[in-house]
């Protein structure tokens, strides 16, 4: 898709959803398929969501409930456990992603903020032990690529 049409896109998702949901597909050795929202901050005033691991549906299935919680007014904050986001006593925890990856990672979002700036968080799911990803013994998605992006 070429960059107007995409930027037409984004645009009309935001306006008729709040949110734009965008997947990129590593085709890196080692690189991990990761989605995230644009439109969070423009119409919740809320970080964007990323996302690493999880097949297309899925990730956009939960970054919805992200948007539906949002249009509810809650609020995502970094470093805490939220449980608000997955069914059952499964709770996810959000880190913000560190400035200097927003054009890498997040280079859609930054071209259609146009320079302004917004906020991210990529937000980590506990394996089936409750256990994230920097603790011992975490045993679910590979989570590497994710936290370089992290404070």
């Avoid at 734009?20 to 050795?29: D, G, I, T």
């Avoid at 925890?93 to 930054?110: D, H, I, N, Q, W």
């Amino acid at each position: 898709m070429n960059p107007v049409a995409q930027r037409e896109e984004i645009a009309d998702h935001i306006q008729t959803y709040g949110w734009h949901c965008l997947h990129v597909f590593s085709n890196e050795a080692g690189g991990q398929n990761f989605s995230y929202t644009i439109g969070f901050e423009a119409s919740y005033g809320a970080p964007e969501i990323v996302v690493f691991g999880l097949e297309r549906d899925k990730a956009h299935a939960l970054l919805n409930e992200c948007a539906d919680l949002l249009k509810g007014g809650h609020a995502f904050k970094p470093d805490v456990e939220d449980a608000h986001v997955l069914a059952g006593d499964y709770k996810v925890v959000f880190k913000s992603v560190r400035a200097e990856m927003f054009t890498e990672y997040l280079g859609t979002a930054v071209r259609y903020y146009q320079g302004k700036p917004f906020a991210a968080m990529v937000m980590f799911l506990p394996d089936s032990e409750h256990r994230y990803p920097w603790q011992a013994g975490y045993d679910y998605i590979s989570t590497e690529e994710a936290l370089t992006l992290v404070c």
